[in-house]
């Protein structure tokens, strides 16, 4: 029996945790309403050390790392009246981030004293998701904080745990009998399954906070069934209900995954859920990758399946030699052929790609369907060269006025500057077709393997670093106007210093153009770090011609390198503007 002193144990202790949180309790709450264009720091115990939020049109808001430095998080202080930034905080797990992503391609002097004030995109426009929220650490020696610009935080966390990990144990005063059923697979003497049984004995108070227990009034118990396999972690997983604390293995992730979804455990769920991203790279079949993606979207998980998607797309020209390329869903193709991320040679291989997979299937893919995969292709982006080929196309009978009205979008791009298409009525500058993926292929991407790599590439790094050239921009217009580009990659300070350089991190990429002219072409160039010639790992813009590369010894990358030796593959990324 539940007894009156328990009974007013329990409803303190789940008001002090029912958030899954630390419980934070604010001293002085005198910050002034939000106002436009305000930033705050979240995430983080530290005042000075957060997720950066923008207040915009009456929410707060995201910022996307996309070439975020020193310069902006200087901004973002000095505005909160800290002294200075200490440095940019990337990949770093602040909790989940709502609301919109406001910011993206900020890019700031340094002097501005309000972040909105600096170049961006425009309010809400980017490509990014919340797992690239950018956080900063300021400095606070000599800070000019008021008492109002402070909060004070309470954190009871750890005590409160060790008191409901007390309550579970001893199991008492529990009122919820929970009793988890697992078939063996074999037979009883009568035919019937065999199985074995985990029961639990829980508090309603406590589980209440979670509605799909049923552990209502009326109810005192309830039955679940699960996996043999799944059985031995039953007890644990109710456990962190009232702990908010667990040792996830590999061998019981997928089993505690799936537990938390069957129970609407969603913080649980969602941080598994990112932990699956590091087996990502160990399946070159595919099946895992694809298998995880459609598991993610059976139980909703949005993380895991951005980071299964993500993974695809970098690694998309893998995938369509894997064995799992002619059986890939046509829901999951055309969400890979919507994204800017895409790592293909160029459009006219991934418009191969397309037809091949098509063509694999035969009479099982619609017309309709095939259109739609089509209209995913971004035909101005397909070499010019290559434009003349699209007729011997094995779609192009099928789908003739699509393809008619796609090349002829194509050529004008090629023929025509911006300024002239705009007097087109069915021009549309902000289209999806006009905007490059990420190109490896000649003249786009250019390959450095360091000197203690396998010989699979043509490039070696020096200190002196590599040079190319490019088109300044991929349509015919500008066919005869070449750029020239140096690629280096600094792996101590003295080949920075040599060049006259300061690097802020070790190492670092450059990518440095050289061109007299004056030209309406911005280059947004992205930086890929193969790991071990298997798989791209990590995607990075540059900024102001730099890019930081982020080891594994001292940073998050999205899927981890066993031994941080990389390939270094410079993707240059030519738009109008």
Not at 76 to 89: E, I, M, S, T
Not at 113 to 124: I, P, Q, R, S, V
Not at 393 to 412: D, G, P, V
């Amino acid at each position: 029996m539940v007894t009156q002193r328990n009974l007013h144990t329990l409803w303190l202790l789940l008001l002090l945790h029912v958030s899954g949180r630390a419980f934070k309790f604010n001293m002085f709450n005198r910050n002034p309403e939000p106002h436009e264009g305000g930033v705050r720091l979240s995430g983080s115990q530290s005042i000075s050390e957060g997720r950066v939020e923008v207040y915009h049109d009456g929410k707060w808001g995201t910022v996307c790392d996309d070439g975020w430095d020193i310069a902006e998080a200087q901004v973002v202080c000095r505005q909160l009246h800290f002294p200075g930034a200490k440095k940019v905080v990337v990949g770093k797990d602040y909790g989940p981030a709502t609301g919109p992503i406001w910011l993206d391609d900020v890019n700031c002097k340094g002097t501005e004293n309000h972040l909105f004030t600096c170049a961006f995109k425009g309010w809400g426009l980017t490509d990014c998701t919340h797992k690239e929220d950018v956080g900063v650490m300021c400095e606070t020696a000599g800070s000019n904080l008021t008492i109002s610009d402070s909060s004070h935080w309470l954190d009871h966390s750890f005590s409160l745990s060790d008191e409901l990990n007390n309550i579970f144990d001893s199991g008492s005063g529990c009122d919820f009998m929970i009793l988890a059923k697992s078939e063996t697979g074999n037979k009883q003497e009568d035919g019937t399954p065999e199985v074995v049984e985990t029961s639990v004995c829980a508090h309603k108070i406590i589980l209440s906070q979670f509605p799909l227990f049923n552990a209502s009034q009326g109810t005192s118990s309830i039955m679940v069934d699960i996996t043999k396999f799944c059985q031995p972690y039953f007890s644990s997983f109710i456990r962190y209900i009232y702990s908010r604390k667990i040792d996830v293995t590999s061998s019981s992730a997928e089993c505690l995954h799936w537990m938390a979804y069957r129970f609407g455990v969603k913080q649980l769920m969602e941080d598994i859920g990112r932990m699956f991203s590091k087996f990502l790279p160990e399946d070159t079949s595919f099946y895992t990758q694809v298998s995880l993606y459609q598991y993610a979207e059976k139980t909703g998980d949005l993380a895991l399946q951005e980071s299964c998607i993500q993974y695809l797309a970098w690694n998309f020209q893998n995938l369509t030699n894997s064995p799992a390329w002619a059986n890939l869903p046509v829901k999951l193709l055309g969400v890979l052929l919507a994204r800017s991320d895409l790592v293909v040679p160029d459009e006219y291989a991934l418009l191969q790609a397309v037809e091949s997979w098509i063509t694999e299937k035969g009479g099982s893919v619609t017309s309709e369907i095939q259109a739609d995969l089509l209209s995913h292709i971004r035909f101005p982006m397909i070499p010019a060269e290559k434009l003349y080929d699209l007729e011997s196309n094995s779609l192009y009978s099928t789908h003739k006025n699509f393809f008619q009205e796609k090349m002829l979008k194509a050529f004008q791009f090629n023929v025509l500057f911006f300024s002239n298409l705009s007097s087109n009525p069915k021009f549309d500058r902000e289209d999806k077709d006009y905007r490059l993926r990420i190109y490896t292929s000649q003249p786009w991407g250019f390959v450095i393997t360091l000197l203690d790599m396998p010989n699979q590439y043509s490039h070696y790094y020096s200190p002196q670093g590599q040079s190319f050239t490019t088109p300044v921009h991929g349509s015919l217009i500008f066919k005869n106007h070449r750029i020239s580009w140096e690629a280096n990659v600094f792996r101590n300070q003295y080949e920075c210093s040599n060049r006259g350089l300061r690097c802020e991190s070790l190492p670092t990429a450059r990518l440095q153009y050289y061109n007299n002219q004056q030209i309406n072409i911005v280059f947004r160039n992205r930086l890929l770090l193969m790991c071990q010639n298997r798989y791209i790992c990590q995607v990075q813009d540059f900024k102001n011609s730099f890019a930081q590369i982020h080891l594994n010894s001292t940073h998050h990358l999205d899927y981890p390198c066993p031994d941080d030796k990389y390939t270094y593959i410079f993707a240059v990324r030519p738009e109008y503007v």
